[in-house]
């Protein structure tokens, strides 16, 4: 297994390095550039040397070494800097955003929290409601709470969180008053008033989001219980004399959560690269919001920059998800 | 052996399985699958019945609706005197101990995620308050008994041979000291070689443990070996219960004689070659005909047979045949069209509770 993981861990590198290759001049050849944000009554010597302090004169791939340099080598001092408060990178160029001239690196730290508390919980809570859904919808399939499930997953498969979520502000922030409409970025949790308001603001959002991903989720369980329910060793543990407990979430359960975790950490990934659409509906000042300010700006190294960590992210959790199975499975050997 | 312990363990009345059929947009119930259509027999203790018949005729789900792994339509099955198919749920629990299944297919039937030991002595846990390490003393008694090396116990199934996988099967099904093991199609799924091991080892474990059988196979010399009284079943049916000796030596029923001239001889010289070859096929479980089951392939049907079905009665000591052509009183001797009628008897039997 050790050896599997370090084998695709080694293989990642080329892999990632064609999509930093790709993403880098995909973003580059993409119309719009830092130099058309200058206004027109900028003099053309004033505008060279913009463009030059920007370092937009050089050629491309000098350009993308350079930014791998300072991704992969100047980027990660600067963490351990931070961490350690030692001085590795003082003096080292950062990947500095056209919009802020700040660092790109300090900017997504800022937007993170936002995302990871709210699209992170939204996944949370999608994954907590499928996962009883699904099993209980498979254990009594075709019953009313089967169908009721079905349709609530159709609705969360085929109805936009854009139209979703508005419905769910129109229902419960306009027409109830139990919610706000507009996350607050800006309230820090202090007492436990702060907290509820935390709650309050953060349940819209969550909701619009959970209902979507326990759609996908919940269906998925569903299946994979079903294939498990009718495999000759349920009806085995049922001959032993088990408990129908036992059987649904011993046996069949664990075998069913096989595919179903992989699903889960696969989808983890898209928590990082936020939810644009309903980032943007509910004002939270994520990662998911920062991107389309990058992209509406013309931020080429922001735009660049983020789209390799999403990804890295995936890269990441479809190793993490490969040698989960591994782990679940006792028939999948990696050697 | 029969006559050594007369006592019956396993008595079946009128066990009727169902399998409904919902069609239309409304999806309304409109038919059912007949899958068994009242079974009656009985197991004395000690005894191993073999229940023979060609695919789909039902064997296997008697085999199952006898140990309530399904919800039996109608019927009783009783087992030492309790009705398995009207126990509550928490008592039929209770009750599994005494009655076990070996299954057909080994590697499906055991969870691929637990290892040998935990298969083994899961019952042990659900059953019992013994302790870990003398469960992991049984887990060690059963492998021996079933000849599996101790060193196996934290395998998972898939790291076995075909054959091994029906030893743990096996050994699973006896942790609990069963009376009664259903074997369904034990062999078929394993190779011809290891076949042989396998009946061997189940009947070796007969003869120490004093275990009954109800061995479901479609392998008539397999039978032949293993079995004491054979019922050959139809279309959800019996046709013929007899002794073993008896039904191989002269089968009654017209199916059965069929079914049976499709054993091979293993003497060439005394290989007889008259095979009766039915016609057609067998008719859908889910519209039987109307008369006997087999009247619509039967070399020998008249006109009673497509009217009314037979009942299954003892036409000589220990023998029952389901056919119009044997009554009680005339024994072997062909009764001809002329025989009793004795109309709907068999709905009274399947009402039976």
């Given at each position: 297994?050790?050896?599997?993981?370090?084998?695709?861990?080694?293989?990642?590198?080329?892999?990632?390095?064609?999509?930093?290759?790709?993403?880098?001049?995909?973003?580059?050849?993409?119309?719009?550039?830092?130099?058309?944000?200058?206004?027109?009554?900028?003099?053309?010597?004033?505008?060279?040397?913009?463009?030059?302090?920007?370092?937009?004169?050089?050629?491309?791939?000098?350009?993308?070494?350079?930014?791998?340099?300072?991704?992969?080598?100047?980027?990660?001092?600067?963490?351990?800097?931070?961490?350690?408060?030692?001085?590795?990178?003082?003096?080292?160029?950062?990947?500095?955003?056209?919009q802020?001239?700040?660092?790109?690196?300090?900017?997504?730290?800022?937007?993170?929290?936002?995302?990871?508390?709210?699209?992170?919980?939204?996944y949370?809570?999608?994954?907590?409601?499928?996962?009883?859904?699904?099993?209980?919808?498979?254990?009594?399939?075709?019953?009313?709470?089967?169908?009721?499930?079905?349709?609530?997953?159709?609705?969360?498969?085929?109805?936009?969180?854009?139209?979703?979520?508005?419905?769910?502000?129109?229902?419960?922030?306009?027409?109830?008053?139990?919610?706000?409409?507009?996350?607050?970025?800006?309230?820090?949790?202090?007492?436990?008033?702060?907290?509820?308001?935390?709650?309050?603001?953060?349940?819209?959002?969550?909701?619009?989001?959970?209902?979507?991903?326990?759609?996908?989720?919940s269906?998925?369980?569903?299946?994979?219980?079903?294939?498990?329910?009718?495999?000759?060793?349920?009806?085995?543990?049922?001959?032993?004399g088990?408990?129908?407990?036992?059987?649904?979430?011993?046996h069949?359960?664990?075998?069913?959560?096989?595919?179903?975790?992989?699903?889960?950490?696969?989808?983890?990934?898209?928590?990082?690269?936020?939810?644009?659409?309903?980032?943007?509906?509910?004002?939270?000042?994520?990662?998911?919001?920062?991107?389309?300010?990058?992209?509406?700006?013309?931020?080429?190294?922001?735009?660049?920059?983020?789209?390799?960590?999403?990804?890295?992210?995936?890269?990441?959790?479809?190793?993490?998800?490969?040698v989960?199975?591994?782990?679940?499975?006792p028939?999948?050997?990696?050697? | 052996?029969?006559?050594?312990?007369?006592?019956?363990?396993?008595?079946?009345?009128?066990?009727?399985m169902?399998?409904?059929?919902?069609?239309?947009?409304?999806?309304r119930?409109?038919?059912?699958?007949?899958?068994?259509?009242?079974?009656?027999?009985?197991?004395?203790?000690?005894?191993?019945?073999?229940?023979?018949?060609?695919?789909?005729?039902?064997?296997?789900?008697?085999?199952?609706?006898?140990?309530?792994?399904?919800?039996?339509?109608?019927?009783?099955?009783?087992?030492?005197?309790?009705?398995?198919a009207?126990?509550?749920?928490?008592?039929?629990?209770?009750?599994?101990?005494?009655?076990?299944?070996?299954?057909?297919?080994?590697?499906?039937?055991?969870?691929?995620?637990m290892?040998?030991?935990?298969?083994?002595?899961?019952?042990?846990?659900?059953?019992?308050?013994?302790?870990?390490?003398r469960r992991l003393?049984?887990?060690?008694?059963?492998?021996?008994?079933?000849?599996?090396?101790?060193?196996?116990?934290n395998?998972?199934?898939?790291?076995f041979?075909?054959?091994?996988?029906?030893?743990?099967?096996?050994?699973?099904?006896?942790?609990?000291?069963?009376?009664?093991?259903?074997?369904?199609?034990?062999?078929?799924?394993?190779?011809?070689?290891?076949?042989?091991?396998?009946?061997?080892?189940?009947?070796?474990?007969?003869?120490?443990?004093?275990?009954?059988?109800l061995?479901?196979?479609?392998?008539?010399?397999?039978?032949?070996?293993?079995?004491?009284?054979?019922?050959?079943?139809?279309?959800?049916?019996?046709?013929?219960?007899?002794?073993?000796?008896?039904?191989?030596?002269?089968?009654?029923?017209?199916?059965?004689?069929?079914?049976?001239?499709?054993?091979?001889?293993?003497?060439?010289?005394?290989?007889?070659?008259?095979?009766?070859?039915?016609?057609?096929?067998?008719?859908?479980?889910?519209?039987?005909?109307?008369?006997?089951?087999?009247?619509?392939?039967?070399?020998?049907?008249?006109?009673?047979?497509?009217?009314?079905?037979?009942?299954?009665?003892?036409?000589?000591?220990?023998?029952?045949?389901?056919?119009?052509?044997?009554?009680?009183?005339?024994?072997?001797?062909?009764?001809?069209?002329t025989?009793?009628?004795?109309?709907?008897?068999?709905?009274?039997?399947?009402?039976?509770?």
């Amino acid at each position: 297994m050790l050896t599997y993981t370090l084998r695709r861990l080694l293989l990642a590198i080329p892999t990632l390095l064609l999509i930093s290759l790709v993403i880098f001049f995909l973003v580059d050849l993409a119309p719009g550039s830092p130099a058309s944000e200058i206004p027109l009554t900028v003099p053309p010597d004033v505008r060279a040397k913009i463009l030059e302090s920007m370092g937009i004169n050089q050629p491309v791939y000098v350009r993308y070494l350079l930014w791998l340099k300072q991704f992969f080598y100047v980027e990660p001092l600067n963490g351990i800097d931070a961490l350690f408060g030692t001085s590795f990178a003082d003096g080292m160029q950062r990947i500095i955003s056209y919009q802020t001239r700040g660092p790109v690196f300090s900017l997504i730290g800022e937007r993170i929290p936002q995302t990871l508390k709210v699209i992170g919980t939204a996944y949370l809570v999608g994954v907590l409601i499928a996962v009883p859904i699904g099993i209980y919808s498979a254990y009594r399939q075709y019953s009313w709470f089967d169908q009721a499930g079905t349709l609530l997953a159709m609705i969360g498969f085929s109805v936009p969180t854009f139209f979703s979520g508005t419905l769910l502000i129109i229902i419960f922030s306009v027409m109830l008053g139990w919610f706000p409409t507009k996350y607050d970025t800006t309230l820090v949790v202090t007492d436990w008033a702060s907290f509820v308001k935390q709650i309050k603001q953060m349940t819209l959002p969550v909701m619009t989001l959970g209902l979507a991903n326990a759609a996908a989720i919940s269906r998925y369980m569903r299946s994979s219980m079903l294939e498990n329910m009718g495999h000759d060793y349920v009806r085995t543990a049922r001959a032993k004399g088990m408990s129908e407990r036992t059987v649904v979430l011993k046996h069949v359960l664990r075998n069913s959560m096989i595919p179903v975790v992989t699903v889960i950490a696969l989808g983890i990934p898209s928590i990082f690269g936020g939810a644009i659409i309903t980032e943007n509906l509910f004002g939270v000042n994520g990662i998911g919001s920062a991107l389309i300010g990058a992209i509406h700006g013309n931020d080429l190294p922001m735009v660049q920059t983020l789209a390799f960590i999403f990804a890295i992210l995936i890269v990441l959790f479809n190793l993490i998800a490969d040698v989960l199975y591994g782990l679940l499975d006792p028939r999948i050997r990696y050697d | 052996m029969l006559d050594a312990s007369p006592q019956t363990l396993v008595r079946v009345d009128g066990l009727k399985m169902y399998f409904p059929i919902y069609s239309g947009i409304l999806r309304r119930h409109t038919g059912d699958v007949k899958a068994v259509d009242g079974v009656s027999f009985d197991i004395q203790q000690g005894e191993t019945l073999g229940l023979v018949g060609e695919s789909g005729c039902g064997k296997s789900t008697v085999g199952r609706a006898l140990l309530r792994l399904y919800e039996p339509t109608a019927g009783s099955v009783v087992i030492e005197g309790e009705d398995i198919a009207t126990l509550s749920p928490e008592a039929l629990r209770k009750k599994r101990p005494t009655m076990q299944m070996v299954f057909q297919d080994p590697q499906a039937s055991l969870n691929p995620r637990m290892t040998l030991a935990n298969i083994i002595s899961e019952p042990l846990v659900e059953h019992t308050n013994w302790s870990p390490e003398r469960r992991l003393e049984r887990v060690y008694e059963l492998m021996d008994a079933v000849g599996l090396n101790r060193r196996f116990a934290n395998r998972f199934p898939h790291e076995f041979s075909g054959g091994q996988r029906q030893r743990i099967g096996i050994a699973r099904a006896l942790a609990l000291n069963p009376k009664f093991i259903v074997c369904d199609e034990p062999i078929a799924a394993l190779d011809v070689s290891i076949q042989a091991q396998v009946v061997n080892l189940l009947e070796d474990l007969q003869e120490k443990l004093g275990l009954t059988y109800l061995f479901i196979s479609h392998d008539l010399s397999m039978v032949r070996h293993i079995a004491d009284r054979v019922a050959v079943m139809y279309l959800g049916r019996i046709a013929e219960l007899s002794p073993r000796d008896a039904l191989f030596a002269n089968p009654l029923h017209p199916y059965a004689e069929a079914l049976l001239s499709a054993v091979n001889e293993p003497d060439p010289s005394l290989a007889r070659r008259q095979r009766i070859i039915l016609k057609g096929d067998v008719p859908s479980p889910a519209r039987p005909p109307k008369g006997c089951n087999f009247c619509t392939r039967c070399p020998k049907a008249f006109a009673r047979c497509h009217a009314e079905k037979p009942e299954l009665q003892e036409v000589e000591p220990g023998r029952h045949v389901a056919c119009f052509l044997y009554t009680p009183e005339t024994g072997d001797a062909k009764a001809g069209p002329t025989g009793v009628p004795e109309a709907n008897e068999h709905l009274q039997q399947g009402e039976t509770k």
